[in-house]
């Protein structure tokens, strides 16, 4: 009965582990736009996190429910007890090595938010060039809000590619 429930648990923390990756990547898109500051109580965790971090969360939960997710994760489930029968489960062989196609979805995630951490970072230096050239400039009157125009019109661009 303990192999059923550590199934569960590890199919509930692989289905998490997803949408925490696309949180964390929120939370460093918030970080670079300047929203460090402006936290919110995430209800899910009950943990402090970026406006940018809660809606690309909350935009991940609307797609994962919209394109019927849901039923694509009910149906593994029922898959998982066709490969691993009830009582069967063992940690050798076959169900300790990581699947391919989760693998491939996190590396997907992964190349979606570059872009845009890097025209941040950018942005970053641009800011430090121009702190430096023209010191009379009060960069973070300057800095700030083209932080997040930058920010916001990166996630937009990105949105229809996540």
């Not at 169900?95 to 391919?100: I, L």
Request: a positive charge; one cysteine or more.
């Amino acid at each position: 009965m303990s192999g059923e429930v550590l199934i569960g648990v590890l199919l509930g923390f692989a289905s998490r582990l997803v949408f925490a990756g696309i949180q964390l990547a929120g939370q460093l898109i918030g970080f670079q736009m300047g929203f460090s500051i402006v936290n919110i109580i995430d209800p899910v965790t009950s943990t402090q996190v970026s406006i940018i971090a809660e809606f690309q969360y909350l935009v991940a939960a609307l797609l994962f429910l919209a394109t019927s997710a849901h039923h694509v994760f009910l149906a593994a489930i029922v898959e998982s007890y066709k490969v691993l029968p009830i009582y069967d489960f063992q940690f050798t062989g076959r169900s300790c090595r990581p699947h391919r196609p989760f693998r491939q979805h996190v590396c997907h995630c992964r190349e979606d938010f570059r872009p845009l951490i890097a025209a941040l970072l950018l942005t970053n230096v641009g800011l430090g060039l121009i702190a430096r050239t023209v010191p009379q400039i009060n960069i973070f009157i300057v800095g700030f809000p083209l932080q997040i125009a930058v920010g916001l019109i990166g996630i937009g661009l990105t949105c229809p590619y996540s």
